[in-house]
């Protein structure tokens, strides 16, 4: 690069800065300036009507003392804690199943998307419907088949966060899409050396299956978490928060915060704490990431 | 020997489908149950045990859900919102990943890294600066707030759009270059057309994430004329006092209705966005 650039390199390098010129700008109104800004307010007393007063670190400090913050963040990490996990093995046992040379593979396939093509509020109010205690679908089938009386799921402190992490199993589809597609691409040979050697299913998919969907299973961990740190229109539709705050979502904190009470300073506060902590959830998974996943073109790189 | 091998597949496939089968079942439950319910007369959805299937259908439920909000008004405005942002969404991913995937300059791999980098960043750390800067230009209550960001090309469809450029061979590049052809005739006359699929995706998943965008509206919009579908649909529960599940069923069933339909006319697409996403992430 330090040799001198011929006329048309600097003409090519002109218009890639023209034709990436929306992002550049996009970039700095809507990302980096906002992350300045926000950092900022985080220092202040901000109510949006009259200008930000800067009181130092009284909004971090008041929120170490801020029950209702302990509470978000417990309510938060209980709900990424199973429903993250949970959700990848269960699409992964259904996309193996679904990879078992099976007739109607489309067809399944669709089913266990269409879900996730109905999102937001209208599958809010459905699982509003579905848990309701007395007349919803769910109770009935537990006395049915189980003869259990259901608990009151949205309405009970103890069952609200559970109802919502078996909603987020409904979403799945995507995952198993993926992991599909991740499983049909793993070369037959492989399976065919190891049944030659003597492999049993389990150890096939021990020692194959799983260190070959390793970087995939990465990804989807980490947006996994990511997402499940951000679950906002649940809580804000189905709960708001309740009952007695057991289902006080983080986000939906934030967003009281700032847009129920105004307190855009220690909404601030708040939104970096949830961006530390998924940086850090983040990194610490990529930094462990070498001792389980596996590159298969790592040598080559 | 060979017979026991035999029955043994033959007892793993027939587990496989029953497995299959009754997760199938369970998953379309729910929208089996949204439906039935829409179609029950006011006093049977309260009814104990419930009806698999209505004793008689309403399918006037469904007038009554639509006419009892103007959702005529605020499917305009969702369609509005949701039509530019996909146009903004196309236009603008599509020349910044054509910079990054055909044009070489210094400094474009780490810039590529950011762009990927800015995925990770959570939007509730910008929400607020953003709501102020919206605010600021007294664009709250007005749909352009949650129009006029798709302008900027979204870094998840920018690295979409890039991985199916990089598969075009660079030769042809090179050949416009030599009939003359500008970088931008490049781009609209070569890689656009020769990635209409990719495209699609983009306009497919932009359509989905801003009809059903909630927090958005929620956040911007306030004039009962200017509500989207999502936010209308959030108002609707306690509005008839003891909640109506059965108007509530109708209405969510509308309002799911065209991503429902865009879902079956363009599956490939979908399988086709999430794998890319989920395969080179």
Known sequence: MRTKMSPIARKEERYFYLFISPWIVGFVIFIAGPIIASLYFSFCNYDVVTSPVWIGLQNY????????????????????????????????????????????????????????????????????????????????????????????????????????????????????????????????????????????????????????????????????????????????????????????????????????????????????????????????????????????????? | MLGSRKREEFLIKTIVYILLIVSSIIILIPIFWMLSTALKEDSEVYLFPPEWIPQKMYPSNFIRALTFLPFGRYFINTSIITFLSVVGQLISSSLVAFGFARLKARGKDLLFLLVLSTMMIPSQITMIPIFVLFKLLNWVDTFKPLIIPNFFGGAFFIFLLRQFYMTIPIELDDAAKIDGCSYFGIYARIILPLTKPALATVAIFTFMWNWNDFMGPLIYLNSREKLTLSLALSRFTGMYGMTAWNLLMAASIVVALPCFILFFFAQKYFIQGIVITGLKG
């Open chain 1, 61 to 301: 400090k008041r929120l170490f003392l801020d029950p209702l913050f302990w509470q978000a963040l417990k309510v938060t990490s209980y709900y990424s804690l199973l429903s993250v996990p949970l959700g990848i093995i269960l699409s992964l046992i259904i996309a193996i199943l679904l990879n078992q040379r099976i007739r109607g593979l489309v067809w399944f396939r669709t089913i266990y998307y269409i879900p996730s093509v109905i999102s937001g509020v209208a599958v809010s109010l459905l699982w509003m419907w579905i848990f309701n205690p007395e007349f919803g679908i769910l109770n009935f089938l537990l006395w049915k088949l189980f003869r259990i009386h259901g608990p009151a799921w949205l309405m009970s402190e103890e069952w609200v966060i559970p109802a919502l992490i078996i909603m987020s199993f409904w979403g799945i589809g995507g995952d198993i899409v993926i992991y599909l597609a991740g499983l049909q691409g793993i070369p037959t040979e492989l399976y065919e050396a190891a049944e030659i050697d003597g492999a049993n299913s389990w150890k096939k998919f021990l020692n194959i299956t799983i260190p070959m969907m390793s970087p995939i299973l990465l990804f989807t961990l980490v947006m996994g978490i990511i997402g499940s740190f951000q679950v906002f229109t649940q809580a804000y539709v189905m709960t708001r928060g309740g009952p007695h705050y057991a289902s006080l979502f983080y986000v939906l904190y934030i967003y009281q915060n700032a847009f129920q009470f105004f307190s855009m300073g220690y909404a601030s506060a708040l939104s970096w704490i949830l961006f530390i902590i998924i940086l850090l959830l983040t990194l610490l998974i990529f930094k462990s990431s070498p001792l389980w996943v596996y590159y298969e073109s790592t040598k080559e790189r």
